[in-house]
């Protein structure tokens, strides 16, 4: 369970404007993730978390940084070089209306990976899609129909079967159930955890929603305007947050049990800084309740805080959340 | 079999195990969810009534047509000008080139159903011969120009970047010039054959095919199954050609037909300025001819020209019924 799958080393993805203006949307984000795990990111809208993972699938060219699948080192390769390792990592995208071509036939789309990488399978090709249908819980018959004859839900199943069809070691999944109603969310995440414990495969888990991340991930890292702010195993994050903007987040998740009033509930105000020009120093200080001079004024260095928690905040520790949960 | 009937229940409650073996238990709800239909908990031997039958697109399309009245009627005039122009010498066998009344002759004449032109030969002959030049002129132009605007649109909105400012330059340079005028400096050097009509007409034609070809790329080039295709391995022309294209494809038909359209007014237009193949029939050809005695007998340029008309609204309407029947949303509801 040591063994560590996907190295991701200081990855940056910059985009340049047509103004000569450059968004930072990942400055600078570093994690390991070991076979079989699954590593969430959460973060808001805007943060970067679905850029790192278009650069993950090389859908997004990395501007700095590494980032290596086993032993190969995919951030540098392109053309045929990187095709021929792409049916090892394979990804789920958020939105199961756009990310299914509407003229293939499901069968087709689940194939497509494997005619296009040329990958055979014992028992052939045909076999091996109805065989993909089955373990995402869809009807082996249903390869004839078109994606809009099936639900969101199915639809997902149907991108999560194509994602399969290659026998990949590495899904990036990119906010998998934030299209989809709560109750077909709880279907598609407990189909994911069941697939990912027979067919032994690791996660990296973009989501906005902390309930959905702490369901599923072994280690969650909190992304803003495009840096890790904090990380550490999933028991740990929501036993002992230490980042205040971690705090803001686990307070605006919403559960059942939710006895706060909204008035006492912790909260920020105001939007995250643009990423065209980012605060020189912590990124979170314009908004966070804490932020004294040295936060405006000094980058926070990402301290350890031991058993694989790391805070990039200057107060970490030392602070005490307006959680009831975590005050205790 | 279906873990999904076995959690549907279940609420985001991290508690909750998979199940993947537990056996299907009994629909829940008397009208099962959509979520249940393509994976019935039984698999039973036949498709139960409420799974949809796969679909035909083809057959689809030809539904949503067929409901469109003003399209079928386009439709029938096409198909009725089509027979009278590749049939009609059949039914019709009066050469077009010779005399067969007095010059001039009023229609419903003895001789001529639709009168004589101004050398005495038969409107109606010419007008069936003439459609032959016209409607082929008409589309192989309409097909050239279509090509060379898909190519050139696709692959600026693909690439992107210099690609796209270069091949954009280019697409501006042929916007700017006024397109009949470029037509007929061309078939002025050259010799006016019909090859030279339609090439004229079809590098003039192209640079809207292409803006409407880029900007339909560049927008489904950000759909997420185009990322899924790439991270599937598709390369570049894959892409473009089998997964960008396909969609892009009903507003290009539509494009097409009105190209039809237009080739066939600019080949009567050179036609009637007399720059168009003198030896052969066309409609603008004839127009062109009469032009002059057009006070005097108006049924010379009359009857070619509702030819035109015609041909030009049907395609018009046969475009406009192939838009909507492509438009998914106009489909179904």
Redesign the interface.
Known sequence: MTETLLSVEDLKVHFPLASGDVVHAVDGVTFDVARGACFGIVGESGSGKSTVARALMRLEDPTEGRITLGTDEISSLSGDRLRALRHRFQMIFQDPYSSLNPRLRAGQAVREPLDLMGLDIKGGREQWVRQCFADVGLHPDSTRLFPHQFSGGQRQRLSIARALATQPSLIVCDEPVSALDVAIQAQILNLLRRIQREKFLTFVFISHDLAVVQNICTEVAVMYLGEFVERAPTGQLYAAAKHPYTWSLMAAALTPENSRRAGERFTITGEPPSPIDPPKGCRFAGRCPFATDTCVAEKPAIRDFGGGHTVACHYAGELTPPLEELAA | M???EA??R?????A???R?DAPAPERPEAAPP??A????PA?PPE?PAD??R??N?AKEFVQVFLRNGTAVIGFVLLVLIAVMTFAGPAIYPVDPYTMVDLPFAEPFGPYAPLGTDYLGRDILAGIIEGGRATLTVGVTAAVLSVVIGILVGALAGYFGGWMDRSLMKVTEFFQILPALMLAMVLVTIFTASLTTITLAIGIVAWPQVARLARAEVMRIRK???V?????????DA?LIFR?IL??AMPPLVVAAGLAVGTAILFEAGLSFLGLGDPNTMSWGLIIGQNRNYLLDAWWTVTFPGLAIFLTVLGISLVGDGINDALN?KLRRR
Not at chain 2, 10 to 14: H, I, L, W
Not at chain 2, 37 to 40: E, K, T
């Open positions: 279906s873990p999904a959690t549907r279940s609420s985001v409650a991290p909750v195990p998979a993947p959509a979520e239909r393509a994976a019935p698999a498709a799974t949809p796969p679909s697109p759909m997420d199954y990322a899924a295709a790439t991270t599937a391995g598709a390369r894959y997964v396909p969609g998914p």
